[in-house]
């Protein structure tokens, strides 16, 4: 027996990566990159790739314990409105029959200029409901080419009877079919309607895609279940991939921050995913990815995926400029315009440069700089001005040939009346300006603490991007490990992730350990190990919401912690430096299971008004930054002491206020589990879910509380 693999598989519009890593230390054992093969299908590369891997790394089937694979081809589609047709059939009665008319009639939706998910749409009256009368309406929608079907009825999320009647009508008729309650269970039935509707169009070629996939996996031997990378940084089983593949949707973006917060192990960063025509932005906070609401067509759905702000500025982003003077970098890159990089190419093909301008597309204007030279013509590009300029490290995936790349640069700099090294600063400081109010946008928006927060990147332009932003903000960076993997790393080291979502007012103790028990059942059966789940429950009172996210691992996996275990000043310098505080400030306070807590205090003002401040910082056994936060309170206690210290705990760190009272956002640390208890919106409800997470620890087992404002 050989030593145990994790496979990750990105199947991207070019390019197929695949990754073998290390189930114990997330070494890359091996990696392989071939072109995409679109005409043989995907499936027949996947095979290719999988069997190249396993030879190269001499790895043998039986010791691949995890294969996942992530995909764009539910992006694809809805990108290329390569769909199917849908045909809805709505119900209701009564008073609410009228409404749900109106609501589960979704008009076409346009995907791409002039391509639409076609839909008919029929409303039966649920109380006269026969299965005749279902069977005689999907007949009549096959008539208008209607491939797949949506039951959605109003109030199906509380009961789907009607739904699944109608189904397995359909499925006897041997077609594909989905309900509204399948995809979402909070209300809102327009919007459950247009999810279904939108998932029901990708499901004939997803299952195509997926049987021919599964197969090639068997074929290679292996016997672990194939997963398929979630749009929002979790995988599933090939089976619910089956019933939802609008869950596939956006995947790939998804990926990166999978591979970044898995490897990294970053507490509160953004992070960069560099490409050469695009970077990808998003946000970790408290070491999880941010999720949001995407759409579809310009239409919102009830599809939660990672929160990715893309913008045209990349390591092959060309430079503009107009009347003598740099205006622009970006959007247009070196790859569109076909033309190679300037700091890429070798000295010897710089005989006597000049600069000259081009359209990279027709369409263009032609003020996009190149350098002409005797032996051909190269894009100046946001990746040579950053080499130029020193951000790129010698060892780096991004790094160029720096003779010829400065031979460029200088001639640019003589043309504008500047040095090489003014125009690479104006270059890069251009780049900075147009990313800038995003990030911004992306702390306002998540509330983050802009010193506390790091700059990751990842992708093969990584070096180009992030150092230049982190020095520009301030902020501390890194550039992730084999990052131009990254996004496959992700797929490989990916855990399995469910969630549930119900429309709640004043949830009870009852709704809330209700939603966590279901959603555990969901993530099991997705392929998850139980006793690997954490459930992490958010409660949107404004929008009367219960979410329950659910992530957890394929199988039981141990790290080996073999390693030299830190010292309590190793310790202290990682908090000094997370929290941005002086070492002398910083002290080890507590420690339990895998958790050292620490503290940097301060004490500020005069005399009589003396304030102190506490800053606390959680590291894990392995030297990672868990959780880091400014302005905090902290408890001690065993398990059997938390009924009576914990609720007086919260109490004194409450905001009473003539409307309401709002606890403060707590984490508990225990053993090796990190509990997120920031959602609950009551002591009450906090203390039901502490209940039932802690019904299997000891009672004289040591707590740490965490509590902010």
């Not at 200029?113 to 409303?123: D, H, I, N, Y």
């Not at 440069?353 to 002409?372: G, Q």
């Not at 051909?376 to 001005?385: D, E, K, N, Q, R």
């Not at 960076?477 to 084999?482: P, S």
Request: net charge negative; charged share 25%.
């Amino acid at each position: 027996m050989g030593r145990k693999v994790r496979i990750g598989i990105d199947v991207g519009g070019t390019f197929t990566d695949a990754v073998a890593i290390d189930d114990e230390t997330y070494e890359i054992v091996n990696k392989i990159k071939i072109p995409t093969t679109h005409e043989e299908g995907v499936a027949v590369g996947i095979v290719r790739i999988i069997k190249e891997l396993l030879a190269k790394g001499h790895i043998a089937p039986e010791d691949v314990v995890f294969i996942a694979h992530g995909t764009t081809q539910a992006t694809n589609a809805l990108l290329e409105g390569d769909v199917a047709s849908v045909g809805i059939i709505g119900m209701g009665t009564g008073l609410d029959g009228k409404g749900a008319q109106k609501e589960t009639k979704v008009p076409p939706i346009e995907l791409a200029p002039k391509k639409f998910l076609k839909t008919e749409s029929r409303f039966l009256d649920s109380g006269k409901l026969t299965e005749q009368l279902v069977s005689d309406t999907i007949d009549d929608l096959k008539k208008d080419n209607c491939e797949v079907m949506v039951a959605s009825e109003a109030y199906s999320v509380d009961d789907p009877t009607n739904e699944l009647a109608v189904i397995d009508v359909a499925q006897k008729k041997g077609l594909y079919a989905t309900g509204g309650h399948e995809i979402s269970e909070l209300y809102g039935l327009k919007m459950r309607t247009r999810t279904a509707v939108i998932n029901a169009s990708l499901i004939p070629k997803m299952m195509q895609t997926a049987n021919m996939t599964e197969q090639a996996v068997i074929d290679t031997n292996i016997k672990s279940n194939l997963m398929i990378m979630r749009c929002d940084g979790g995988v599933m089983s090939i089976n619910e991939v089956r019933k939802r593949p609008i869950l596939t949707m956006l995947s790939g973006l998804a990926a990166g921050v999978a591979g970044a917060l898995m490897y990294e192990k970053v507490s509160d960063g953004i992070f960069f995913e560099v490409g050469g025509t695009s970077v990808d932005i998003s946000v970790i906070k408290n070491g999880k990815v941010m999720i949001k609401y995407a759409q579809v067509g310009g239409h919102k759905t009830y599809l939660r995926s990672l929160d990715v702000r893309t913008l045209g500025v990349a390591g092959g982003s060309m430079v503009r400029i107009t009347d003598g003077k740099i205006v622009d970098v970006g959007p247009r890159s070196a790859h569109i315009a076909n033309l190679d990089y300037e700091c890429f190419t070798p000295a010897d093909q710089f005989s006597h440069p000049t600069v000259e301008y081009v359209s990279p597309r027709p369409s263009d204007p032609a003020e996009y700089a190149v350098v002409k030279t005797d032996e051909g013509v190269y894009s100046y590009t946001l990746a040579g001005a950053a080499n130029l300029l020193g951000y790129v490290p010698d060892d780096d995936y991004a790094h160029g040939i720096d003779e010829s790349n400065a031979i460029a640069w200088e001639a640019l700099g003589q043309h504008l009346g500047i040095t090489g090294k003014e125009a690479a600063r104006q270059v890069v400081d251009r780049a900075i300006a147009k990313l800038s109010p995003t990030i911004q946008d992306l702390i306002a928006d998540y509330d983050l603490d802009p010193h506390m927060v790091t700059f990751i990147g990842g992708g093969g332009s990584a070096s180009i991007v992030t150092p230049p932003l982190a020095e520009a903000f301030k902020n501390k960076f890194k550039i992730a490990k084999n990052a131009p993997y990254i996004s496959t790393i992700g797929v490989a080291l990916a855990m399995v992730r469910e969630q549930i979502e119900r429309s709640l007012t004043n949830p009870t103790d009852q709704d809330i350990k209700q939603i966590r028990a279901d959603v555990i059942e969901k993530i099991t059966q997705s392929g998850a190990n139980e006793d690997t789940v954490d459930v992490n429950i958010e409660i949107d009172a404004q929008h009367n919401v219960v979410r329950a996210v659910a992530t957890g691992a394929t199988e039981l996996r141990q790290k080996n912690f073999s390693e030299a275990a830190l010292d309590e000043q190793q310790y202290r310098e990682l908090a000094a430096n997370a929290l941005g505080a002086d070492i002398n400030s910083v002290g080890l306070d507590s420690e339990t299971g895998r958790w050292k807590l620490l503290n940097a205090t301060t004490v500020s003002g005069m005399l009589f008004f003396k304030r102190k401040k506490t800053d606390s910082c959680v590291i894990d056994r392995e030297g990672v930054i868990r959780f880091k936060q400014k302005n905090t309170f902290t408890l001690h206690c065993k398990k059997n002491e938390v009924d009576d210290a914990l609720v007086p705990f919260i109490d004194d760190h409450t905001t009473y206020s003539d409307a309401n009272a709002t606890i403060p956002k707590v984490f508990l640390f225990y053993k090796e589990k990190m509990l997120d208890l920031t959602g609950m919106q009551t002591i009450e409800q906090l203390m039901s879910i502490v209940d039932v997470e802690l019904e299997m620890v000891k009672d004289d087992d040591h707590l740490i509380a965490v509590a902010y404002k």
